[in-house]
């Protein structure tokens, strides 16, 4: 007995609880996470998670993790997983629910310390290729690289692979597919380049364009050669023709089985190992990276060549308002990793940008994810106002317009107009208690509540309801979808302009080498995906998909000319 105190007193903190087992449930990122903890008078026997909604992959470490760090710790001061956070912190909150249920002290377990690991010795490593980011540019790169010969080693910040694209619907947009071809599609690498470049207002350089376009049906074939199940086609984005293909499961659908792959062919894969310099001789030439391990050692990588796969950068705010500043200030619904670490790395050598304040937007209700099934509202294309109470687009308009026009009418937040046909009762409580969501009986009432103008706002519901059945006279709505504004209760959900991702980045070639200023080739390095997409977009996303074929094209390319380096 005397042990087991002493143990509590070193690791964590001695309490005293109610014996017996008592579930809690906490918001996490996709929506509740609920945990079963097992006590004993004296410590935390067990903490099991039992149900929850989040996304594979991301959120797998914390699942396990976090209990396990709970129960050897008895502590609360967890630090949570890296791109894991709203996972991590709804089991710790769950957690402290429930040992209040038990009697127990949660403040002070939010102090207790449990123990620290000591950090493994800095390591000094050789590889031929280096690949910077475990996303979908990552991954291709690595994979490819290692089938042309070279030894490979990747490097992920986080605490799982995947980046934007393990997060994302699971889309890629392509042409000349089998599954084109077997649905009678006619399609060519002609139109679709054509297509981009429409969508870009011809600022998008072609031959980049082009490039992406002949090798997406190849891409496609070696996605499904290295385990990734697809189905399709379906139009995306402003064009009929069926060009996007979807795994049906999300982003882990291509995520997982190439991850599968990196691992079958002997890849070094270091998770939490973020990269915190690129490495060069006297003459400029990119040599290796160094980076540093979660337990705070460094570690060291000569290579001959570099690749960047490190996403966009969105989650940094400073980088917004250097690159995209019309975003600024947003809400993003990124990976967490995407603060420009590759970008910031290649500029400071001197590396080439190009730049358009673009972005890949989206809109959303509260600020976890769009897995959080409260956000899915966002989709319902009835009537939507701005602040002023004034009706202002198409609310069927393909998303990153949609997300343009809000930015553009300038508004800041907006309001989602619901009647009381249109939502079950109760069905938005925890959205108003939140205040996220406004009720009231009538109209006039709902603009009090929203601080919307109200002469402003009943003529926008009065002019809907006119044009309730027909074709959208001011914004060119169809007609089915005009159902117009009825009885109360009514309802106004806010819904605000998210980021989902950049667009721009570090210049490269068709080789995928990284440019300097003078427009020549930095030696060993290589860029790939979100990073370096500035010529490949303008300021508007073209389609959904469209970023996901990019990353893999260009990883497999900057795979294959590292390896030959």
């Not at 918001?27 to 989040?54: C, M, R, W, Y």
């Not at 967490?336 to 670490?341: A, C, I, R």
């Not at 009706?391 to 949609?402: C, G, K, M, Q, T």
């Not at 980045?505 to 990073?531: C, E, N």
Request: overall charge negative.
């Amino acid at each position: 007995m005397l042990l087991v105190c002493l143990m509590l007193l070193t690791t964590g903190a001695a309490m005293a609880y109610q014996p017996g087992s008592y579930t809690a449930t906490a918001q996490g990122n996709n929506g509740p996470v609920e945990v079963k903890v097992t006590f004993d008078a004296g410590q935390i026997l067990s903490v099991e998670v039992v149900s929850h909604s989040e996304t594979p992959t991301l959120s797998d470490r914390a699942l396990a993790d976090i209990p396990a760090a709970i129960v050897g710790g008895q502590t609360l001061s967890v630090e949570a997983v890296s791109g894991a956070t709203y996972t991590s912190n709804a089991i710790l909150a769950a957690v402290e629910d429930a040992v209040r249920q038990a009697g127990g002290d949660a403040a002070a377990l939010k102090t207790a310390q449990g123990g620290a690991a000591q950090a493994a010795a800095d390591e000094q490593l050789t590889y031929d290729v280096a690949v910077v980011g475990g996303g979908a540019a990552g991954l291709a790169a690595a994979i490819e690289a290692s089938d042309a010969g070279a030894k490979v080693i990747l490097l992920e910040k986080l605490a799982h692979l995947g980046g934007n694209t393990l997060i994302s619907g699971g889309l890629i947009y392509a042409t000349g597919t089998d599954f084109q071809k077997e649905a009678g599609v006619q399609d060519s690498v002609d139109d679709l380049v054509a297509y981009w470049s429409q969508r870009a207002e011809g600022h998008a350089d072609e031959g980049f364009l082009r490039l992406v376009a002949e090798r997406s049906a190849a891409t496609i074939q070696w996605l499904q050669q290295e385990g990734v199940q697809l189905k399709g086609p379906t139009p995306s984005g402003l064009s009929p023709v069926p060009r996007m293909q979807s795994t049906g499961t999300g982003g882990n659908g291509f995520i997982a089985p190439l991850a599968e792959s990196a691992a079958k062919r002997g890849i070094d894969v270091r998770l939490e190992t973020p990269v915190t310099a690129l490495l060069t001789d006297g003459n400029g030439v990119v040599t290796g990276v160094e980076a540093t391990a979660a337990d705070g050692h460094k570690v060291t990588v000569s290579a001959r060549s570099v690749v960047l796969a490190t996403g966009g950068y969105d989650r940094s705010e400073q980088m917004k308002r250097m690159f995209s500043p019309s975003i600024a200030g947003q809400p993003s619904f990124s990976s967490v990793g995407n603060t420009g670490d590759g970008l910031r790395m290649a500029l400071e050598l001197g590396a080439d940008s190009v730049f358009h304040d673009g972005a890949i937007g989206l809109r959303a209700v509260r600020p976890t994810s769009f897995a959080d099934p409260s956000n899915g509202v966002v989709w319902t294309p009835g009537l939507v106002v701005n602040a002023r109470g004034a009706r202002f687009l198409n609310e069927a308009i393909d998303y990153p317009v949609y997300h343009t026009k809000m930015m553009e009418d300038g508004s800041g937040y907006f309001f989602l107009i619901l009647d009381g046909t249109q939502s079950a009762p109760g069905a938005f409580d925890a959205l108003v208690s939140e205040g996220y969501a406004f009720q009231a009986d009538t109209l006039e009432g709902l603009a009090a509540k929203t601080f919307m103008d109200p002469a402003t706002f009943t003529a926008a519901v009065a002019r809907y309801n006119e044009l309730k059945g027909q074709d959208d006279a001011d914004f060119g709505k169809p007609k089915a979808l005009m159902g117009g504004i009825g009885e109360g209760p009514y309802t106004a959900v806010r819904i605000v302009p998210v980021s989902i991702g950049t667009l721009g980045g570090l210049k490269v070639d068709m080789d995928m080498r990284v440019l300097d200023t003078a427009g020549q080739p930095i030696g060993g390095l290589f860029a790939a995906g979100a990073v370096a997409n500035g010529d490949f977009f303008y300021r508007v996303y073209p389609a959904s998909g469209t970023s996901i074929q990019m990353c893999f094209t260009t990883g497999r390319i900057a795979g294959i000319n590292a390896a030959a380096e």
